[in-house]
């Protein structure tokens, strides 16, 4: 007996912990996630950040919750993962999309910097995804992992020095291995690791690179669609990825990019 698509898509009852979940497209996955019924749990460092936004949340009648933290402290990973536990009782589903980026030519990019990048956009999504399947997910055989990469993942820079970003594209490259070797391991305890990939979204962390390249206009016309994302353009593609629609989809990486890959010398 099939199921109504209706019910593959709806998360009530389900629980969620979004990483970098106070702006931008973490904000954005949060609101998805919480409109198809799932509980919420918001982390990043600043919390006057994560009360503005979980008061959005709530007021379009999300059960949204938050703890401030630094996604590059183990301690405080542990800390939050335990606290999830604690106001969540469980964790269905896993967003990790805090990061950092860095620009700087290569052959002048400081090593605090790279650390710093790495630290964050790698060795969080580890820690993080560990906490998480240690304390509910591998216990009760179930899990939706979700990972925030990006297409600078799945290429180089452009040439001419527009984009100077080594650090964050080797991060996000990295990001794209971890989700698929991820998978591949934790498919047993029916644990699903995915990643998104977006192309350019406007953000505070991506606001001075499109500026660097010439603006949203600019951008925007290396695209199929001539566009850039909006506030609305990860949602479905990560219900996908935490619903049970996507039980049978794992180690896979999705651009959402408005087609920027496949236009050629995009």
């Not at 936004?53 to 990973?77: F, M, N």
């Amino acid at each position: 007996m099939s199921t109504p698509v209706q019910h593959l898509f709806n998360l009530e009852g389900q629980t969620a912990l979004v990483t970098g979940g106070s702006r931008g497209l973490g904000l954005q996955i949060a609101e998805a996630l919480g409109e198809a019924g799932a509980k919420v749990l918001l982390t990043s460092r600043k919390a006057a950040d994560l009360e503005e936004a979980a008061g959005d949340l709530q007021a379009k009648g999300i059960d949204t919750r938050w703890v401030a933290a630094d996604a590059s402290d183990p301690e405080q990973i542990e800390r939050v993962v335990g606290e999830a536990m604690q106001r969540l009782g469980k964790i269905d589903i896993l967003v990790n999309n805090a990061g950092a980026t860095w620009g700087a030519p290569a052959e002048e990019h400081p090593l605090e910097a790279w650390d710093k990048v790495m630290n964050l956009n790698v060795r969080s999504i580890f820690l993080f995804s560990q906490g998480v399947a240690r304390a509910t997910m591998i216990p009760r055989r179930h899990g939706r992992i979700i990972n925030v990469a990006s297409i600078a993942g799945l290429g180089g820079n452009t040439p001419g020095g527009v984009m100077q970003t080594i650090s964050y594209n080797t991060s996000k490259g990295a990001v794209v291995n971890y989700t698929r070797a991820l998978a591949a391991e934790w498919g047993r305890y029916n644990i699903t690791v995915n990643a998104l990939a977006p192309g350019f979204f406007p953000s505070k962390m991506t606001r001075g690179l499109l500026d660097k390249a010439g603006g949203e206009d600019v951008v925007a016309h290396r695209s199929a669609l001539n566009r850039i994302g909006d506030d609305d353009d990860l949602k479905g593609a990560a219900l996908l990825f935490a619903s049970a629609a996507g039980k049978h989809i794992t180690g896979q990486i999705l651009a959402v990019d408005g087609g920027i890959a496949c236009v050629v010398g995009g």
